[in-house]
């Protein structure tokens, strides 16, 4: 995705005005270009926790700037440090964090490397090489089963607190407790798996 003229100028008036330039209503239409943007590229789920914007989630949509906008304000607009996530990983859990980074000091230089960030990045890493995610429905409930392979899957799974997903999709599923789904989801034949995961992606 490249901003066009007009977009670059809308944006640029924005930062000369000033003031809360992310809220600036001149940018609303740049703002969902930049949503449908990525919920195209990701099928339309949280970069963070993969739940899908379907239905009245839809609604949760953030705009993630990975780098804080509020501390690099230069990155506001940079197309490889957005994406779009939930509410809750965005404004609950990351919020102006920078605890992720690995050398603040750098990061201004190294921005664009997967190495300076100890989470998943959303555009410089491919999430299932770091993580697996199992989702399997059962009638109308899916049950949701993260798995870290890497150190950036396991920190993400801390940092997001991912274990609260699993929880929930848990609660949430009548008549279907944790174990069960675990020994189902470990008996599960592989081809099953892909078969679940083609299912979700139409949806
Ligand atoms: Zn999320």
Same mark, same amino acid.
């Given at each position: 995705?490249?901003?066009?003229?007009?977009?670059? =100028?809308?944006?640029?008036?924005?930062?000369?005005?000033?003031?809360?330039?992310?809220?600036?209503?001149?940018?609303?239409?740049?703002?969902?270009?930049?949503?449908?943007?990525? !919920?195209?590229?990701?099928?339309?789920?949280?970069?963070?926790? !993969?739940?899908?914007?379907?239905?009245?989630?839809?609604?949760?949509?953030?705009?993630?700037?990975?780098?804080?906008?509020?501390?690099?304000?230069? #990155?506001?607009?940079?197309?490889?440090?957005?994406?779009?996530?939930?509410? !809750?990983?965005?404004?609950?859990?990351?919020?102006?964090?920078?605890?992720?980074?690995?050398?603040?000091?750098?990061?201004?230089?190294? =921005?664009?490397?997967?190495?300076?960030?100890?989470?998943?990045?959303?555009?410089?890493?491919?999430?299932?090489?770091?993580?697996?995610?199992?989702?399997?429905?059962?009638?109308?409930?899916?049950?949701?089963? #993260?798995?870290?392979?890497?150190?950036?899957?396991?920190?993400?799974?801390?940092?997001?607190?991912?274990?609260?997903?699993?929880?929930?999709?848990?609660?949430? =599923?009548?008549?279907?407790?944790?174990?069960?789904?675990?020994?189902?989801?470990?008996?599960?034949?592989?081809?099953?798996?892909?078969?679940?995961? !083609?299912?979700?992606?139409?949806?």
């Amino acid at each position: 995705m490249t901003f066009t003229d007009l977009e670059v =100028a809308v944006i640029t008036a924005a930062i000369a005005k000033g003031g809360d330039v992310w809220n600036d209503e001149t940018l609303y239409d740049i703002k969902q270009n930049i949503k449908t943007f990525y !919920r195209n590229g990701t099928d339309g789920h949280c970069c963070y926790c !993969r739940r899908r914007f379907k239905g009245e989630f839809k609604m949760d949509i953030d705009i993630e700037h990975v780098l804080p906008k509020s501390k690099f304000i230069d #990155f506001m607009f940079e197309i490889f440090n957005l994406n779009i996530s939930c509410k !809750r990983c965005n404004m609950m859990i990351k919020k102006e964090r920078i605890d992720f980074l690995v050398d603040v000091s750098t990061i201004l230089l190294n =921005a664009k490397r997967s190495d300076q960030y100890y989470f998943i990045h959303p555009n410089f890493d491919y999430y299932f090489d770091h993580m697996d995610h199992d989702v399997i429905i059962k009638n109308e409930q899916e049950l949701v089963k #993260f798995t870290p392979k890497k150190a950036k899957g396991k920190y993400t799974y801390d940092f997001f607190k991912l274990t609260e997903i699993e929880v929930n999709m848990f609660d949430n =599923a009548q008549g279907i407790k944790a174990d069960e789904f675990k020994n189902t989801l470990l008996n599960l034949p592989i081809d099953l798996q892909q078969d679940t995961e !083609r299912l979700l992606k139409e949806l």
